[in-house]
């Protein structure tokens, strides 16, 4: 039925295209809009191959001398290209291709927000595309600095937080088999710590849990000789993250918020002043915890992560069966952001 109702819809925009009575312009202008309302929310990855046709037409019906049309069009056309799930990077790459056409038309004659969204959308693409060995990641943190020349705290808050979250990630996303390791780490924490300089629970509740979530990661996993302060900063970071996610709301990244304070719990001893009387309390919490993001991810189809919180909780079971002559201490699993 839906996939249907897309190509009905796909058939009455061409139809736009070829309607004489309207000039080039406006057929062009009347196409991207109709792609982005099929690329707002899809519910299928067909409905975002229509919405990459649509900007093709788009740009087959657009004169040449609209140069800003065409980048705005182009740009636009990469989002869609960025948002389709595939097995390899083609249309990655042929995102970022259309990002760099772009981007220097868009500064040339566009607004700066316009060249400040394009440059973070190609961050995150070759922040992707450094994750498949396709491109240098310092290519997407340079993207996300000159998207802050025009993104800034006080004017744009959400992309501001967006963009130091990203510029987070990448920074933890570098190896860190170098001297340098530790100093990426602090950028981390310092651009997590940014970004929550300007949104807070109430105006943006989405990026603040975001935010929060992925400090606590980034505390939790630092390699730092304070490894107890920083998994009770994290805990901190995890709870006010729980304040917005929630089981009713937002199952998922609820599930992947507990999963990540269970990850914490299992090595944080009761009472960080006296380490040695163990984590009984901890590990007891942390395998409730994972049972319940368990049963979430299940109920919601995330069945490798729901596996690997499944393998963690039996893991606590046994340390806590075994307690009388162990100090129930474990390893933790993955962060999920």
């Given at each position: 039925m839906l996939a249907h109702r897309?190509?009905?819809?796909?058939?009455?925009?061409?139809?736009?295209?070829?309607?004489?009575?309207?000039?080039?312009?406006?057929?062009?202008?009347?196409?991207?809009?109709?792609?982005?309302?099929?690329?707002?929310?899809?519910?299928?990855?067909?409905?975002?191959?229509?919405?990459?046709e649509l900007y093709d037409k788009a740009l087959a019906v657009c004169p040449d001398t609209q140069e800003l049309l065409r980048a705005r069009i182009t740009a636009r056309k990469g989002t869609a290209l960025q948002a389709i799930p595939e097995e390899g990077t083609e249309c990655l790459e042929r995102a970022r291709?259309?990002?760099e056409a772009a981007i220097p038309v868009l500064a040339q004659l566009g607004a700066p927000e316009e060249v400040a969204?394009?440059?973070?959308d190609l961050g995150v693409v070759v922040q992707a595309l450094a994750?498949?060995?396709?491109?240098?990641?310092?290519?997407?943190?340079?993207?996300?600095?000159?998207?802050?020349?025009?993104?800034?705290?006080?004017?744009?808050?959400?992309?501001?937080?967006?963009?130091?979250?990203?510029?987070?990630?990448?920074?933890?996303?570098?190896?860190?088999?170098d001297e340098r390791s530790k100093m990426r780490e602090a950028l981390a924490v310092q651009a997590f710590e940014e970004g929550l300089k300007v949104v807070d629970l109430v105006s943006h509740p989405s990026e603040y849990a975001m935010l929060q979530n992925n400090l606590g990661n980034a505390l939790q996993y630092a390699s730092s000789s304070h490894v107890i302060e920083n998994n009770l900063r994290a805990l901190e970071a995890y709870d006010e993250a729980l304040k917005v996610r929630t089981s009713e709301t937002t199952p998922l990244e609820y599930a992947n918020t507990i999963a990540n304070k269970a990850n914490c719990l299992w090595n944080l001893p009761d009472d960080p002043a006296a380490p040695e009387q163990g984590n009984r309390a901890n590990l007891t919490q942390a395998r409730s915890?994972?049972?319940?993001?368990?049963?979430?991810f299940m109920r919601h189809g995330e069945v490798e992560k729901g596996r690997i919180v499944g393998e963690a909780s039996t893991q606590i079971e046994r340390e806590i069966l075994a307690l009388p002559e162990t100090n129930g201490k474990g390893a933790g699993t993955e962060a999920v952001n």
């Open positions: 897309v190509a009905e819809e796909v058939r009455a925009a061409l139809a736009v295209a070829d309607d004489e009575a309207a000039s080039p312009v406006e057929r062009a202008e009347m196409l991207m809009e109709i792609a982005l309302g099929l690329q707002k929310r899809p519910k299928t990855p067909e409905q975002l191959h229509a919405a990459v291709t259309d990002f969204e394009a440059e973070m994750g498949a060995s396709r491109a240098r990641i310092t290519d997407a943190i340079s993207a996300y600095q000159r998207a802050l020349r025009t993104f800034n705290g006080a004017k744009h808050p959400e992309e501001f937080a967006i963009l130091q979250n990203n510029l987070a990630t990448a920074f933890l996303s570098m190896p860190f088999t915890l994972y049972a319940e993001a368990r049963e979430i």
